[in-house]
């Protein structure tokens, strides 16, 4: 069930990165007390006080606790290295490209330290959309063009192809239609099916949040989640391969605990559905729904809420039960 928030979902995203193509973490955060000492970073930095980057057995780079973190944390607050506005998704090359005109040289560097997916680079390097981009570039005022002669060109088109694939591999969706972006901190963080952590776009702050869903002992991994985790697992392992990630995750290999997770997603259209009839007047004329009344949706919800206990599951799929 997807309910709009006052900061928006922003978990369906895609990113990308490590040695299986997805999310590579640019720095290891050096845990070195700066200024005031530690608390001053905790309040300064909390991702660089409760996180550093190092090599996973087998998903490239991933983040780790440091220290434990309860439950509730607030790790990141952080503006996009590189934003674009809602559009057309033939458009999307373009607001890219105008993006990348108006980002800092700091900036610029961060985004260049991420890794894409392979397939998107050569689609971006050899299609239509490199054509695209040479022409966005050709059609630029004479005093705007970043180049003097044809090579200079070439180079900056292989340039702005390769961080339009890397915004296409990382980019999240801000939601409430205020466009995507792509967030250092959380196109670091591996997928799993159980997350963690959670996301939301928060749009008083104009930042990207990132707390702690639970309590995560020193030494964990930090997962964020790539996909709708309620779906079940067939349709997860679809979409997670389309990005050449085969998800070993606990949920995807203990078909017990997938269960669960097929039931609360029954649960949750059921309930969604519910809301749909009753936003529409509740008319019996209507085609009635699974849920019939309020104690039988409520009876749902509670039984949702337990089954996402159960397997760890927090953050707003557990706010939207």
């Known amino acids: 069930m997807r309910l709009v928030q006052l900061e928006s979902n922003a978990i369906t995203g895609t990113a990308s990165g490590g040695e299986n193509g997805l999310r590579v973490p640019s720095t290891t955060r050096s845990m070195s007390p700066v200024g005031g000492g530690l608390l001053q970073r905790k309040a300064e930095d909390p991702w660089g006080y409760y996180t550093e980057t190092r090599p996973t057995p087998s998903a490239g780079l991933g983040v780790f606790a440091v220290r434990d973190i309860p439950r509730g944390t607030r790790l990141a607050a952080e503006e996009p290295l590189l934003s674009v506005p809602a559009v057309a998704n033939e458009n999307l090359y373009s607001a890219v490209c105008e993006a990348l005109q108006t980002t800092s040289a700091k900036n610029l560097a961060l985004l260049d330290n991420h890794s894409c997916d392979e397939y998107t680079l050569k689609v971006a390097n050899t299609g239509e959309i490199r054509k695209k981009i040479i022409q966005w570039y050709m059609d630029l005022p004479d005093i705007a063009k970043p180049y003097s002669n044809i090579t200079e060109l070439n180079e900056i088109v292989n340039q702005t192809c390769r961080r339009y694939a890397i915004f296409l591999t990382n980019n999240l969706d801000m939601g409430l239609g205020l466009g995507a972006g792509l967030f250092p901190c959380f196109s670091r963080m591996n997928h799993s099916c159980t997350p963690n952590t959670f996301d939301v776009y928060n749009i008083t702050l104009r930042r990207l949040t990132i707390h702690a869903a639970r309590d995560i002992k020193r030494g964990e991994q930090l997962h964020s989640v790539y996909i709708e985790p309620m779906w079940p697992r067939e349709r997860r392992l679809k979409k997670l391969r389309a990005w050449g990630f085969e998800c070993t995750c606990a949920v995807c290999s203990d078909d017990v605990l997938e269960a669960m997770r097929e039931e609360t997603f029954r649960?949750?259209?059921?309930?969604?559905?519910?809301?749909?009839?009753?936003?529409?007047?509740?008319?019996?004329?209507?085609?009635l729904p699974f849920l019939r009344t309020h104690d039988e949706a409520w009876d749902a919800a509670k039984k949702m809420v337990e089954l996402l206990l159960r397997q760890g599951l927090g953050g707003d799929a557990l706010f939207n039960a």
């Open 267 to 287: 649960l949750d259209d059921s309930l969604a559905e519910y809301l749909e009839w009753l936003d529409e007047g509740g008319d019996d004329d209507d085609d």
